[in-house]
Structures are given as C-alpha cells and as structure tokens.
T-cell receptor, first 117, second 112 residues
Framework: AQKITQTQPGMFVQEKEAVTLDCTYDTSDQSYGLFWYKQPSSGEMIFLIY??????QNATEGRYSLNFQKARKSANLVISASQLGDSAMYFCAMREVFPGGGNKLTFGTGTQLKVEL | DAGVIQSPRHEVTEMGQEVTLRCKPISGHDYLFWYRQTMMRGLELLIY????????DSGMPEDRFSAKMPNASFSTLKIQPSEPRDSAVYFC??????????FGDGTRLSIL
C-alpha cells in the first residue's frame, strides 16, 4: 500500500520569502504521480502542481515548484515569494494506478502554512 | 468552465435521518470520487466511479453509506440512518483519466 508522510504540521514564513513543505512517500510501484493541493480556510481543495514518476525535470507552476528526489522518495513543494494569500493547509498526495484504469489518490496529513508580514 | 458542483453546501440534520449529498462532475470527466474529511482521520477516499461504474468502495465505512452514479453528470452519496460520527466535510472530485482530480467546494454535514 502507498503511504504519504508530511512531517510538518505547521510552518511559518515571512512574506516574500521562499518556503519548502516536505513530503515523503513510500511505494513499490514504478509508475506513480505526486500532487500538491491547497486548502484555504474557506475549505475548497485547489490543485497546485503535479509530478510524474518518469518526469526527469521538476514540475513548476508559477511560484510553485516541486523538488522531486526519486531516490530519496521525496516530493517537496517550494513556494517562492510567499504572499499572505498563501496561508492555507497544503496536502501532498500520491496516485496509485491499477490495471484496467483504476486510479486513486492517497493524501498526507497536511501542513498548515501561515505567511506573516 | 464550470467546476465540480456539490449540493447542499451545508446540511444539519438529526440523528437517524436520511442524508443525500449530490455531485455534478466536470463535463467530459470519466472518473468521480467521493471523499470525507475529518480532523481525526484527514481526507479519506470513500468510493470512486469510472464511466459511471463503481470501481472501489472499500473506503465506505459501513452499510449505512451508499453511492450511485446513474449517469455521467450526476452522483449521490446517501447516508441512512445518519449518526453524529458521520459529521464531516464530504468532497466530490472528478478527473479525466489519470489527470489531476478537481474538487467541489464540499458539503459540511452536521448530524445532531
């Protein structure tokens, strides 16, 4: 079974600074996908970024980048130039794909990020 | 484009009542997922469908929970009878094949 670990329950960062949110995973699959989602206090789940296990380059989406280290089984999210609106819960997730098209996500426990002035 | 639409946004009901949560996935998406989020257990996958067919319902807590997807544009999650421990935020999400899942805004359910 797949497992996602987020060891930082809470993080603080100063506005305009960069912050790294940690995520490690465990799987015996060769093909898998890693995702990050943001959940602001309003409750919705917002997809941020995706990294495939065969992707050689780290994924980037605007101020978000995913630091993918396959050998270490880590997929850390880096947010550059933090903004007050980045304050939210962040979830790392891994996709398991089954023969025949099955496709499910396993989520970590999340990291609560607070951006301060 | 419209995202995943869930209704109601909030539901408060008494223990023992039937609760029905509704979801309209993004048009063209072939996967639909139901999740439950609580402080104690985090985000849990309850069930998911592929092309309207239930694929994995191993996350459904017990027989009081049931889910249907009668067509590609509608799904329901039903709890009967409801219990206080069912109080949670229930999310519906959809995706096209193995592309990222897009979530609805969730239904905040309170069982008194």
């Amino acid at each position: 079974a797949q497992k996602i670990t987020q060891t930082q329950p809470g993080m603080f960062v100063q506005e305009k600074e960069a912050v790294t949110l940690d995520c490690t995973y465990d799987t015996s699959d060769q093909s898998y996908g890693l995702f990050w989602y943001k959940q602001p206090s309003s409750g919705e789940m917002i997809f941020l970024i995706y990294q495939g296990s065969y992707d050689e380059q780290n994924a980037t989406e605007g101020r978000y980048s995913l630091n993918f280290q396959k050998a270490r089984k880590s997929a850390n999210l880096v947010i550059s130039a933090s903004q007050l609106g980045d304050s939210a819960m962040y979830f790392c997730a891994m996709r398991e794909v089954f023969p025949g098209g099955g496709n499910k996500l396993t989520f970590g426990t999340g990291t609560q990020l607070k951006v301060e002035l | 484009d419209a995202g995943v639409i869930q209704s109601p946004r909030h539901e408060v009901t008494e223990m023992g009542q039937e609760v029905t949560l509704r979801c309209k996935p993004i048009s063209g998406h072939d996967y639909l997922f139901w999740y439950r989020q609580t402080m104690m257990r985090g985000l849990e996958l309850l069930i998911y469908f592929n092309n309207n067919v239930p694929i994995d319902d191993s996350g459904m807590p017990e027989d009081r929970f049931s889910a249907k997807m009668p067509n590609a544009s509608f799904s329901t999650l039903k709890i009967q009878p409801s219990e206080p421990r069912d109080s949670a935020v229930y999310f519906c999400a959809s995706s096209f094949r193995s592309q990222p899942q897009h979530f609805g805004d969730g239904t905040r359910l309170s069982i008194l």
